[in-house]
Each structure stands twice: as structure tokens, then as C-alpha cells.
């Protein structure tokens, strides 16, 4: 049973709106959630990350934000810029002393539309 | 360049044969592990090694075996093969302290194709 929900397969957006990715979960033990992004041919890369105790998290251009009530986040890119153009997975763990289990989504495929 | 290393990139290979995937970080990290990402399904765990030590082994077949020479190198031996396991085998390593597994930092993977 899929615990990581990413629903959305594809996104488009204009260059320079806001994209936002949604990703639902369903275990309530998740504790620390992180969003990758991966570029084809390579591996996915650390984009940013939330625990649990926080509702929001921002870096540049990136902001999480976590509803813990809805067992829902998002990742929001504001303005958004061709480059950003690739597969986002969410992930999430459960219990930070054992932490080494990190549940996927499926991906969202973002393309920037210059 | 992420600092995780996987050869080779691509590989075929038929049910009967024999071959290895190879994964290096030069990130001083305690940790590896082997992931199986298959067409529009998440990332699958396979492998996890913390300290040398295999600490997770999520009911994999048999016809993957992984060693963990040194905390640096990570291995993923396959044999006898099925078209099913056709995917992205990704390795990645991640900082531990104390118990607590941080981020992952990926290879950039092998996509393994078995006829």
C-alpha cells in the first residue's frame, strides 16, 4: 500500500507564475518530509525538507508547507523558471531515531513553459 | 557531480547472465543504500547498509545479493534475472548521527534492461 501520494503525474505552468506540487500521505508517524528533484539521467537531488514540528519552510524560491490535520504537503516555486523544469518526488519518514525508511511519491513531472 | 558514483549507467543483460552494479561516495557517509525505481511507481527500498552493516533487507529476491566492502563502496550482484526486474537501480549514502539517518544524496543510476 502506497503510504506517499503524489497524484498529479504532470504539471505545466508559465515561466515566472507560481508552481505548486501536492503530495498526500497516510501515515501519521511521518515525522520529517523532503522534496527531490531529479533531472533525466541523473539521480534525484535534495531539494528541501520539513519536520513535523513546523508548518512551513522556505529557501529562495522554494517553500514546503505542511498540514499535518490533512496529512497533505506542498511545494510551492515562485517565479518559476524554465530550469525548474523536471520530475519532483516527495518523500517522508517516520520516527527520526530510525529514520533510515524513506517512503516515495510516484513524482510530479513539472515543465516551465518559457 | 553529487559525490555518489554508480557504474555502469546502462546495462543488458539476458536472464542467465551474471553482473554486478557498482556504487562509490566520496562523501565520508556511514551509510548506502540500493533503490529500484520501475516506471510510474515510487522509489522502492531494497538495501540499506549502515556501518558496513546490513541494517534493512526489504524482502528481496535472492537473485539480488548486495556487499558492502567498506563504508565508501556499495555493491548490487544480480544472477538469473527477470524482465520484471527491468528498471532505474539507484544508489545513494547519507550522513548518520547517532541513529538518525539524514538526507539522501543519490548516484545518478543504472538502468538495467533484462531480455
Known amino acids: 500500500d502506497q503510504q506517499v501520494k503524489q497524484n498529479s503525474p504532470s504539471l505545466s505552468v508559465q515561466e515566472g507564475r507560481i508552481s505548486i506540487l501536492n503530495c498526500d500521505y497516510t501515515n501519521s508517524m511521518f515525522d520529517y518530509f523532503l522534496w527531490y528533484k531529479k533531472y533525466p539521467a541523473e539521480g534525484p537531488t535534495f531539494l528541501i525538507s520539513i519536520s513535523s514540528i513546523k508548518d512551513k519552510n522556505e529557501d529562495g524560491r522554494f517553500t514546503v508547507f505542511l498540514n499535518k490535520s490533512a496529512k497533505h504537503l506542498s511545494l510551492h516555486i515562485v517565479p518559476s523558471q524554465p530550469g525548474d523544469s523536471a520530475v519532483y518526488f516527495c518523500?517522508?519518514?517516520?520516527?527520526?531515531?530510525?529514520?533510515?525508511?524513506?517512503?516515495f511519491g510516484t513524482g510530479t513531472s513539472l515543465t516551465v513553459i518559457p | 557531480e553529487t559525490g555518489v558514483t554508480q557504474t555502469p549507467r546502462h546495462l543488458v543483460m539476458g536472464m542467465t547472465n551474471k553482473k554486478s552494479l557498482k556504487c562509490e561516495q566520496h562523501l565520508g557517509h556511514n551509510a548506502m543504500y540500493w533503490y529500484k525505481q520501475s516506471a510510474k511507481k515510487p522509489l522502492e527500498l531494497m538495501f540499506v547498509?549502515?556501518?558496513?552493516?546490513?541494517?534493512e533487507n526489504n524482502s528481496v529476491p535472492s537473485r539480488f545479493s548486495p556487499e558492502c566492502p567498506n563504508s565508501s563502496h556499495l555493491f548490487l550482484h544480480l544472477h538469473t534475472l527477470q524482465p520484471e526486474d527491468s528498471a532505474l537501480y539507484l544508489c545513494?549514502?547519507?550522513?548518520?548521527?547517532?541513529?538518525?539517518?539524514?538526507?539522501?544524496?543519490f548516484g545518478s543510476g543504472t538502468q538495467l534492461s533484462v531480455l
Open positions: 545513494a549514502s547519507s550522513p548518520v548521527k547517532g541513529t538518525v539517518h539524514e538526507k539522501l544524496f
Open positions: 518523500a517522508a519518514s517516520a520516527d527520526w531515531n530510525t529514520g533510515n525508511q524513506f517512503y
Open positions: 547498509y549502515n556501518f558496513k552493516e546490513q541494517t
